[in-house]
């Protein structure tokens, strides 16, 4: 019997020989709308190994649009985000808390949490059930990201500096709520829990690594807590350069973390982690997918194989079908893999 | 002769009290403006420049001497003008149609200010057209284009060719920046530069308005 793609995850985490290596593509509503067709043909020749469950939360009454279309949104936190294009994200442009002495006006949206656990946990658990795939929670914690929604990127750059003034205050109300958010998630039988925030630049981390493991690397830490006391794993997605706090990452249990690669030296990346953490990806969006040569895409395959792969786990094949990404260097790229185990 | 160290080390350090009160401090003892502004707050924001591309200073440190810095050049700007100094150059900022990136961009705009240059930011998602006019507008000698998305890049080459087009390509110097960007695409495309990051895209602003084309 093949193994199926759940236990290929597990096995790539535990670095226990996955009979291959497991695959994951993201999609961006962009490439849907660009390339329909080029999509479900790449979907059914490459499936994921890797799924989230159906929706198992409230709407928030605060809601408003689509973050993924032209035009406004306003989220469940009241954030509101004005988006250029459809396809993708937007930006606040108007924070909420524009002086931080008003942190208290921020109120996390614990409403939308499932208001019968018993309920949503059954229908997540019975989804669990039916699939065969690795399935990883539907929330994604984000507290700095979350941090700037709210107060806007370059107020919430200097709070840091400056951290007496609410920051720490607004930093933990949003910790809170995330925990409780991830409370829920670890009691349901997904096989693993996924946060995120961007921390790099495209050479160095947005905030100096002081102050990263001063206020953000204890969150994380609880996360990988909590996760790990529920016997599941913990998914990371970060993006920039941010090799000066990979073995952080590995530190605090990061079970795979999705990076950009190919902004940093994959070299030191195999030094600082390769048999500590699993490389969820990526293949560079920024020139890579965008190439019209497919060639560019094996090629990146083979520079990641060289430097991380190792047969016995620690490698899923993950990239992101984004803005301007072409379907057929995406084809090559999973080929690619293939080939390699 | 004023010392002027304590007042590079308020603009190093991101003390926005202590530049308020050293620049007026200056000022009452009879300093010129200009003097103030080339040995006290420039200076200090090259350092602060230095440190960013050494990887020592990062973006809220940036942000805090950017601060400190535009306390200061508050307080000179109305004596700057009076006395009628002229800034080094113009520089016309933003980000190029699509793409809503702008933390680099605020940071080479911070730098260049910091290196007495005058800003203009047109700010995200501007297009050919609008650069075209804010430039005829405001006068400025460059133009600082960001993007960071390989999707948006091409719009840089479309504001350089609306430009062409306009026939006022050779009265503005075009700079490029961002991510996605390199020396190739900028000579690719016709602009005049490209600097990787804040502290040598001023180096390039300089070289650009120093000599010709
Ligand atoms: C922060 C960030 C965001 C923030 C932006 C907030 C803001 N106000 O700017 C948010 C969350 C809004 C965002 C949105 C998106 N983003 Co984004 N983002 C980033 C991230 C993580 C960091 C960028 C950054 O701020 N760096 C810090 C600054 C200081 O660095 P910098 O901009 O490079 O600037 C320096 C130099 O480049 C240079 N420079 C910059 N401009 C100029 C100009 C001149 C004239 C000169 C001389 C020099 C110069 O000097 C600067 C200072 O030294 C990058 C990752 C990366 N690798 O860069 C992704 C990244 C740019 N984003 C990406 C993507 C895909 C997106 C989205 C499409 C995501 C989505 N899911 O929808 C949207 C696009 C929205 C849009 N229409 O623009 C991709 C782009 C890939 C590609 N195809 O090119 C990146 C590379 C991430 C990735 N995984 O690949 N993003």
Same mark, same amino acid.
């Given at each position: ?42 979907? &059914? ?5 890797? *799924?989230?469950? /159906? ?7 605060? /809601? ?71 399935? $990883? ?16 990127? #370059? ?18 109300? !949003? ?6 958010? !991830? ?17 790099? %630049? ?24 909590? *996760? ?9 997605? %970060? ?7 990979? &073995? ?18 994959? +070299? ?43 047969? @016995? ?29 | ?12 350090? =991101? ?11 200056? $000022? ?5 403006? +200009? ?23 990062? !973006?809220? #440190? ?11 050049? =508050? ?12 800034? /080094? ?28 240059? #005058?800003?203009?930011? &047109? ?18 000698? !460059?133009?600082?284009?960001?993007? $960071?998305?390989? *999707? ?30 390199? *020396?190739?695409? @900028? #000579? ?9 990051? &804040? @502290? ?14």
């Amino acid at each position: 019997m093949p193994q199926t793609s759940r236990e290929l995850v597990r096995n790539c985490l535990k670095f226990d020989s996955p009979e291959r290596i497991p695959r994951d593509l993201w999609l961006l509503p962009w490439a849907t709308q660009h390339f329909p067709e080029e999509v479900k043909q790449l979907e &059914a020749r490459f499936p994921s190994d890797i *799924t989230k469950p /159906v929706a198992v939360y409230s709407r928030s009454a605060l /809601v408003e649009g689509d973050p993924y279309k032209a035009g406004q949104y306003i989220d469940e936190w009241g954030c509101v985000f004005t988006n250029l294009q459809d396809g993708c994200i937007g930006e606040v442009r108007n924070p909420i808390i524009n002086d931080l002495a008003d942190w208290q006006q921020v109120k996390p949206p614990y409403e939308i949490l499932p208001d019968i656990k018993e309920l949503a946990r059954e229908k997540v658990n019975r989804f669990c059930h039916e699939t065969d795939l690795f399935v $990883l929670s539907s929330c994604c914690p984000r507290p700095w990201e979350r941090y700037q929604f709210l107060r806007g990127v #370059e107020n919430a750059m200097v709070d840091v500096l400056e951290p007496e003034n609410g920051f720490l205050d607004l930093l933990k109300r !949003i910790h809170e709520f995330y925990l409780t958010e !991830i409370e829920f998630w670890v009691s349901t039988d997904v096989d693993a829990i996924m946060f995120m925030d961007d921390w790099g %630049s495209q050479s160095n981390l947005l905030i100096s690594p002081h102050y990263w493991r001063e206020f953000f690397k204890p969150l994380y830490r609880d996360y990988c807590n909590l *996760t790990h006391s529920h016997n599941k794993f913990a998914f990371m997605h %970060s993006d920039g350069q941010i090799s000066s706090i990979y &073995a952080d990452l590995v530190e605090v249990g990061v079970d795979a973390i999705n990076s950009q690669l190919f902004c940093m030296n994959m +070299k030191d990346l195999a030094k600082q982690a390769k048999g500590k953490i699993t490389f969820w990806g990526e293949i560079d969006r920024q020139h890579i997918l965008p190439s019209p040569d497919p060639q560019a895409g094996r090629d990146a395959v083979r520079e990641v194989a060289e430097h991380l792969y190792n047969p @016995a786990g620690g490698i899923i094949a993950q990239f992101e079908l984004g803005l301007g990404a072409n379907p057929a260097t995406a084809n090559a790229i999973f080929e690619e893999w293939e080939k390699i185990h | 002769m004023t010392n002027y160290n304590e007042l590079q080390e308020c603009i190093i350090k =991101g003390n926005r009290i202590k530049a308020r009160e050293l620049t007026q401090e200056c $000022l009452d003892n009879g300093n010129p403006a +200009k003097e103030i502004l080339d040995e006290g707050l420039i200076p200090g924001m090259a350092v602060v420049g230095k440190k960013f591309q050494d990887g020592e200073y990062f !973006i809220p #440190e940036m942000l805090v001497s950017a601060r400190a810095l535009n306390i200061g050049l =508050g307080i000179l700007k109305p004596l700057l003008e009076a006395s009628d100094v002229k800034p /080094v150059a113009k520089v016309l900022v933003g980000t190029v149609k699509g793409d809503i990136h702008d933390i680099g961009k605020n940071l080479v705009a911070i730098m260049l200010r910091g290196s007495g240059f #005058e800003i203009i930011d &047109a700010g995200v998602d501007v297009s050919p057209e609008k650069f075209v006019q804010m430039a005829k507008e405001s006068g400025a000698d !460059i133009l600082g284009l960001s993007a $960071l998305l390989t *999707t948006t890049m091409t719009a840089m080459k479309d504001t350089v060719d609306a430009f062409q087009a306009d026939g006022s390509r050779d009265k503005i110097k075009i700079m490029i920046g961002g991510a996605p960007v390199t *020396t190739d695409y @900028a #000579e690719k495309i016709g602009a005049d530069g490209y600097a990787p990051n &804040a @502290a040598i895209a001023v180096e390039m602003a300089k070289t650009l308005v120093g000599g010709s084309r």
